[in-house]
């Protein structure tokens, strides 16, 4: 059970949290992955002390191209949850632009949309547009979006806090976008399911939720599309990804490398990192489910 979030700490855009004591302050960077020293099979901690620290900082996730990251924090000098992005400017990666979260941050796969629950922003020039609504299919009431994730098709894949934890697909058919619906048991099994990503040519999704067989919290599940379009059964991504804490919210790097996600490492003191690994995990899973399907 997730004993340290409540409903509303876990789903909702606009959330309180206890202020860290310190300011953050972002050096400038250098080199590929914000000069990181990449992980291999086992996750590790995302650039620690500078974007992970003893705060609160989830939903990292590099724009298609690799020259900018975004991730979201709270507490400090930042007094509502704030999306802080940085830009490589030659070998240079440094803070270039900040704003009040409103959706969590995903990207259209050609990096010309940043999408943010039911509405996005379009890129302009070296900046973004102001946000917007998608369809009005996408602004039900009942409906609680949390994240929206788009393959390179136009195929929309998002969640429901307000409808016991659904994750929901929209495909785009000869142009036109029918009603979203509920995806099957594969996904939709378990608690707490959210915040899907999938893949830019849809052969796989990933999800997290909270399953029987589990670590011991929301672990990271991923299926992978089969030769009859159906989706493959869901398997959870091993202990070189999850863990016994909150492991949730992944994304995977465009260049296809590294998974990022979230980890609740000390929550009940509002200490969450991001944490990523080597993809390879994805290619192994696969060639997995190929021989056991």
Do not use: C
Not at 77 to 87: A, I, L, N, Q, S
Not at 166 to 179: A, D, K, T
Not at 181 to 197: I, L
């Amino acid at each position: 059970m997730h004993s340290y979030w409540t409903r509303s700490a876990l789903f909702f855009s606009v959330l309180a949290v206890t202020a860290i004591s310190h300011a953050r302050e972002f050096p400038e960077l250098q080199g590929p992955y914000m000069g990181q020293a990449v992980p291999g099979n086992r996750a590790e901690v995302f650039a620690p002390d500078i974007v992970s620290t003893d705060g609160w900082e989830v939903e990292g996730v590099f724009a298609p191209g690799m020259r900018e990251f975004y991730f979201t924090t709270n507490g400090g000098e930042y007094k509502v949850p704030t999306v802080v992005g940085f830009r490589q400017e030659g070998d240079i990666w440094k803070k270039y632009t900040e704003f009040q979260r409103d959706g969590e941050v995903t990207f259209s796969p050609d990096g010309q949309r940043m999408h943010m629950a039911e509405g996005y922003r379009d890129r302009v020039g070296n900046g973004w547009s102001e946000r917007k609504e998608l369809d009005p299919i996408f602004q039900r009431e009942d409906w609680g979006i949390m994240r929206l994730s788009a393959s390179a098709k136009g195929t929309y894949v998002f969640d429901d806090y307000k409808s016991e934890d659904l994750i929901r697909i929209s495909p785009l058919v000869g142009g036109e976008r029918p009603e979203p619906v509920a995806m099957g048991p594969v996904v939709n099994t378990g608690e707490w399911t959210a915040h899907p990503f999938i893949a830019p040519d849809e052969s796989y999704l990933i999800w997290d939720s909270e399953r029987e067989g589990g670590f011991g919290d929301s672990d990271l599940y991923i299926s992978f599309r089969q030769p009859d379009e159906s989706w493959g059964p869901a398997i959870n991504m091993g202990k070189g990804v999850n863990s016994d804490k909150w492991d949730a919210y992944a994304t995977v790097t465009s260049d296809g490398k590294y998974l990022l996600f979230n980890r609740g490492v000390d929550p009940e003191n509002n200490n969450i990192d991001i944490y990523w690994v080597s993809a390879d995990i994805i290619s192994q899973l696969k060639t997995k489910d190929l021989q056991e399907n």
